[in-house]
């Protein structure tokens, strides 16, 4: 990587190896064992060099699992420098994942021991496959998919986070694997939105789940709205979204208008109302909508609060409305900051599940 002459400064890449994990058995103690090197260098391929010096045998990238990025590096211009190895280097994996280390080094993160696998590595593969019922295509987050959309420009790149709950030296030990309750977990809590190519924010979970409704890839979510009276909440789950955005044009000024339809199934519920009228359901279906209405304007306003179209509205006016958008993109940053955005949500319980008709003292099933 070339010095930065007028500063002086040299980009360094710390580079991470777990070469083997194993657990053994001895006598009455298991021993569990992460083999993981840490070399710097002012390039990938250099760090790699070091790392091969201390090995008995060759590296073997295409055996890696995932690719754990620090903050401090996503918020850098390594970011790109690493995207771009990775799709050069011919004995790299094309469908490795990646994923950023919040408030932890990516060294600290892979060594600790989780219950469900002794390396790290492994489990957050795991994690990821399990979050794509919830979050759809957010969870794709290989290095050819990123530089992808940052080519074209017509949204932010996201790329899911990790976090450690608890501690994180005894989360390291085999103590963690031993106690009911381990000291440290892995949990992976959302996404990261990227600006201009560098990262810039993370959403929380709840808005995360938000955004897969949005990106209609989401399904088995859960969500807790008031009852339509001053007590009680639905407990619902989300069974599948269809969302749908446009351009149109309100006194000659251009509007985002957003459509969602959402098929939902009661889950629990503590409101006043029997379940075996339809009015009630009706009434239901009509809170949940104003609720996710609410939460889905929130949501957008907060994106434009910060310049960041990482919901896709751009994208969307790109394969829809090519002319409008080719006159448009040069400066979408600061138009969607100021579009009014309107958005409208229809909720269809599909199933209430089985509840009981008062009248006649049976039981029936709602669907």
């Not at 892979?110 to 469900?116: A, L, Y």
């Not at 794509?132 to 530089?147: C, F, H, I, R, V």
């Not at 030990?173 to 440290?184: D, G, V």
């Not at 179209?309 to 002319?323: A, H, N, R, S, W």
């Amino acid at each position: 990587m070339k010095k930065n002459r007028r500063k002086g400064i040299k980009t360094h890449f710390r580079l991470i190896l777990i070469i083997s994990a194993f657990v053994a058995l001895i006598g009455h103690k298991f021993i569990v064992g992460n083999y993981i090197y840490t070399q710097t260098g002012e390039s990938i391929p250099q760090a790699i060099g070091k790392i091969s010096k201390y090995l008995a045998r060759p590296t073997f990238l295409q055996n890696a699992q995932i690719i754990v990025i620090s903050e401090k590096l996503a918020k850098s211009k390594g970011f790109l420098h690493l995207i771009d190895y990775s799709l050069r280097e011919p004995t790299f994996p094309t469908v490795i994942k990646m994923v950023i280390s919040k408030n932890t080094t990516p060294s600290e993160m892979m060594q600790i021991i989780t219950p469900v696998q002794k390396m790290s590595s492994i489990r957050l593969v795991e994690m990821l496959k399990n979050t794509e019922p919830l979050w759809g295509n957010l969870q794709n987050s290989e290095p050819k998919t990123a530089k992808t959309t940052m080519l074209k420009n017509t949204k932010e790149l996201t790329i899911p986070y990790i976090v450690v709950k608890g501690n994180i030296e005894k989360g390291a030990s085999k103590e963690n694997i031993e106690r009911t309750h381990p000291e440290a977990i892995l949990s992976l809590e959302g996404v990261g939105v990227f600006q201009n190519k560098r990262f810039s924010y993370f959403l929380s979970s709840e808005e995360t789940q938000i955004l897969a409704l949005l990106n209609g890839k989401s399904q088995n979510s859960n969500f807790v709205t008031h009852c339509p009276g001053p007590d009680g909440n639905l407990n619902w789950r989300n069974e599948g979204s269809r969302p749908r955005i446009r351009m149109k044009k309100i006194a000659r000024k251009p509007h985002l208008e957003v459509m969602v339809r959402i098929n939902a199934s009661l889950q629990d519920e503590s409101c006043k109302g029997k379940l075996s009228k339809l009015s009630t359901l009706r009434t239901f279906e009509h809170q949940m909508e104003k609720d996710m209405e609410s939460r889905f304007s929130q949501f957008i306003k907060a994106s434009q609060k910060h310049h960041a179209d990482f919901i896709g509205f751009g994208e969307v006016l790109y394969k829809t409305e090519p002319d409008l958008w080719k006159s448009m993109a040069p400066s979408w940053t600061k138009i969607y900051s100021k579009i009014p955005v309107h958005t409208h949500v229809n909720v269809k319980l599909t199933e209430v599940g089985e509840t009981r008709n008062e009248e006649k003292g049976r039981k029936s099933w709602n669907k």
